[in-house]
C-alpha cells in the first residue's frame, strides 16, 4: 500500500472518530457530521483512490459500528429504548451476513433502522409523527438506492448517471 493511501486512511479513520465522539457533545450536530464523513470517505476511497468495494467495507464497516456503539451509547443515556436495542441487533445481524456473504442485498433487507430510532430519541420524538415517517421511508428509499438501484445501473449501462458525473464521480468502480 502506498504511502499516500495510508495517510489518507488514516485521516479518514481519524475524522469518523472525531465525528462519532463529536455526538457526546452535540447528539444531532454530531450525528450529521457522521453521516457527512461516511458519505466523503466512501466518495474519497472509492472515487478518488479507486478502492474496490470490498477494500472500503474493510474500512467502512468497523467505523460504522464505533458510529453505532456510540449512537446506542447515547441513545441509552437520554432514556432506555427496547426499539433502539432491538434495531442495533438488527443492524449487527444484516451486517454479520453481508460480512460472512459480501452480498450488499442484506442492507437491503435489514436496512439501517437503528439510526432512525436514535434520531427520533434525540431529537425526533419532539416532533410530529409526520416527520419521523418521512424520515424512516427517506432511509428506506436511500438503502435501496446504494445497494440495489445503483449496482444495477452501473452493471446495465456501465457508467455512473449524469447527475453523478457533475459530483466528481468517476466511472472506476
Known amino acids: 500500500m502506498k504511502n499516500s493511501n495510508k495517510n489518507i486512511i488514516a485521516t479518514i479513520i481519524f475524522l469518523r472518530i472525531f465525528a462519532a465522539l463529536s455526538m457526546f457533545v452535540w ?3 454530531g450525528f450529521v457530521f457522521v453521516l457527512m464523513m461516511d458519505f466523503i470517505d466512501g466518495y474519497i476511497l472509492k472515487h478518488r483512490y479507486g478502492f474496490s468495494p470490498e477494500q472500503y467495507h474493510r474500512i467502512d464497516k468497523p467505523l460504522d459500528w464505533f458510529d453505532y456503539v456510540v449512537m446506542l451509547t447515547i441513545g441509552l443515556r437520554i432514556e432506555f429504548s427496547l426499539l433502539l436495542v432491538t434495531f442495533f441487533i438488527f443492524r449487527l445481524v444484516g451486517q454479520f451476513f453481508y460480512m460472512k456473504t459480501k452480498n450488499p442485498r442484506y442492507f437491503i433487507v435489514f ?18 409523527i409526520a416527520l419521523t415517517v418521512f424520515v ?20 446495465k449501462k456501465g457508467e455512473y448517471p449524469k447527475f453523478m458525473h457533475r459530483l466528481g464521480y468517476n466511472d472506476k468502480f
Open 111 to 128: 436496512p439501517n433502522l437503528f439510526e432512525i430510532v436514535y434520531l427520533w430519541i434525540v431529537i425526533l420524538k419532539y416532533h410530529s
Open 27 to 29: 447528539p444531532v450536530l
Open 136 to 155: 424512516v421511508i427517506f432511509r428506506l428509499l436511500e438503502e435501496l438506492y446504494i445497494h440495489e438501484v445503483l449496482p444495477n445501473y452501473l452493471q
